[in-house]
């Protein structure tokens, strides 16, 4: 083999029409003493077993091992109750983003407005700010119905843990409506403001 070797290595190269036929007749010699060298190997082996097993069935063994992992773990990946399609059926339109932020940024103009303009004047006009403050904290909850969807939202404020923080902040929004619009109280403007916040 070593001698092939050198041989295969030390032809000297003459002309173009030489090198080809070198090429030509080595390249043919070489596979011709692959096939002889591999025929030889397997003789000397006895059962063509090189390293003492089978690679053949051992990487299709493998390969059955891996197939079978791959398929119960997509199997249980497919029945998680939060699976990919059910996490991007949920994902918003452009249009509900565009409602969301027309919303939000209502919402947090009206508070910016009842915070700088009327709250140092809360004393001579509670009605002003608790209207501002009221009205920037509905469009602030309606830019999330307009994100989840109006049943989803219902949905997720009603739910058994949130409904009395639910009741209370709509409660506390009319009250304020009612208190400033109707019965012009100061305190209770206030009183109702806070419980808002």
Known sequence: ???????????????????????????????????????????????????????ESAVRSANDTVSGTFNVVSKGVRDLPGNLQSATSTVPSGKALMYFGLFLASGVFFIFIAFTMFLPVMVLMPQKFALCFTVGCGF??????????????????????????????????????????????????????????
């Open 140 to 197: 602030i909850i309606g830019s999330f119905f307009a994100l989840r969807g109006p049943k989803n939202q219902l949905a997720h404020m009603s739910s058994k843990e949130r409904l009395p923080f639910t009741l209370g902040f709509i409660g506390s929004m009319a009250g304020t409506i009612y208190v400033s619009m109707v019965l012009h109280s100061y305190i209770l403007s206030v009183l109702f403001s806070v419980i808002q916040v």
């Open 1 to 55: 083999m070593q001698k092939m070797a050198q041989g295969w290595f030390s032809q000297s190269s003459g002309t173009e029409d030489q090198l080809q036929k070198t090429t030509s007749s080595s390249s043919s010699s070489l596979l011709a003493d692959w096939n002889s060298y591999a025929a030889t190997r397997d003789a000397d082996d006895g059962s063509g077993l090189a390293f003492g097993f089978d690679i």
